[in-house]
């Protein structure tokens, strides 16, 4: 199966994946028909994406997406956690113990598979989604990075709360992510990282570390980052790690910023490597995430068109892609496969969304 935006259904695709509403109940059930109409229904009801089966990419399946697999087991429990905090006791934040554990266990359960974060920006996105984006993307890092378990855990819970500032803003996080803000809206917005940080601060059971990076996780190492235009060294590296990773995420999303495809985002990162992000850090995470994810359809240098349908581990990349044909009905279907590392000559240009 692979993902589609809810505004690209034509009619005729079969759904692969139940789609649930806020509330966790099923609106539309696995191996229904989808009609072209559902795609404005689905919008207005905020699903942006939606997976379906089809001739093109019958071997993928969901779980072969990080991102997937673990937003699905700890997205709500991260929500619950946070709001409850917001509105109950300090202990209530501790339960995010529980939920970075959970982040990790996902990720080293297949640390040696490349990070496959969707390649379907969502317009409904949550500050959950987000922050556990954040924290899985961290964690794998960390472990390729060869830290311990205790400075992982420590990486994971400041990752999952980078962005709980964002609760002490008085605006909805969905607009602001819509909406181009004005300028008094995004001096507002800069303050999140005060603002989580007062949230934090006298929160015994919270390491510096995890403090650290709810405050300087927007610090770059040109100074150019805020609030304190902080230069180099003098971040610590775990900080480093998760602002490269949420700056990572944001461009891939959206948040904040004009929305990039994953390789774009990636060749900013790079671009940038040893004035804004670390270079060292920078250099790793191009070996842990997947610039193609599994699923993504693509242009090559030849002209033809292809579907990933697995990663090289030692070069994300170049991945192994399905040549996708037009037969007679107009249907792409797919062909013979090309592995890019045996074929130096191809290469990927660009991406398609379909």
């Not at 297949?110 to 996105?125: F, G, P, T």
């Not at 495809?261 to 250099?283: C, H, P, Q, W």
């Amino acid at each position: 199966m692979r993902r589609i935006q809810t505004e690209q259904i034509k009619g005729g695709e079969i759904l692969g994946k139940d789609i649930y509403n806020s509330s966790g109940a099923v609106l539309i059930s696995s191996g229904t028909v989808l009609k072209k109409e559902y795609g404005e229904h689905l919008k207005g009801l905020r699903v942006s994406d939606i997976f379906v089966e089809d001739n093109i990419s019958k071997d993928i399946r969901a779980d072969d997406i990080t991102e997937e697999k673990i937003s699905s087991q700890c997205t709500m429990e991260l929500q619950n956690t946070i709001e409850r905090f917001s509105y109950a006791a300090d202990a209530e934040l501790r339960q995010l113990t529980h939920v970075a554990q959970d982040v990790m266990k996902g990720v080293l359960e297949q640390k040696e598979v490349v990070y496959n974060i969707s390649n379907v920006r969502s317009y409904s996105r949550s500050l959950y989604e987000h922050c556990l984006s954040v924290g899985a993307l961290s964690t794998l890092i960390a472990i390729h990075n060869g830290y311990g378990e205790k400075a992982t855990n420590e990486i994971a819970i400041g990752a999952l709360l980078h962005d709980i500032g964002f609760m002490s803003i008085n605006a909805d996080y969905q607009q602001l992510l819509l909406e181009e803000a004005e300028e008094k809206i995004q001096k507002e917005i800069k303050r999140h990282v005060l603002y989580g940080y007062s949230v934090v601060e006298h929160q015994d059971w919270l390491s510096n570390i995890s403090k650290d990076i709810i405050l300087y996780h927007h610090e770059r190492l040109d100074g150019t980052g805020y609030p304190f235009h902080i230069r180099g060294k003098s971040v610590c590296p775990e900080v480093k790690l998760v602002a490269l990773c949420d700056a990572f995420d944001s461009m891939v999303y959206g948040n904040l910023q004009k929305r990039m495809k994953v390789y774009e985002a990636m060749e900013y990162i790079v671009g940038t490597s040893g004035t804004k992000f670390d270079r060292g850090l920078v250099n790793l995470f191009v070996n842990s995430v997947a610039a193609y994810p599994i699923g993504t359809i693509v242009s090559l240098s030849n002209g033809e068109r292809g579907i990933v349908i697995r990663q090289n581990k030692q070069t994300p990349t170049r991945p192994i892609v399905s040549i996708l044909e037009c037969n007679e009905d107009g249907r792409w279907e797919r062909t013979m496969e090309r592995d890019l590392i045996e074929e130096l000559t191809l290469f990927i240009v660009d991406t398609i969304e379909e």
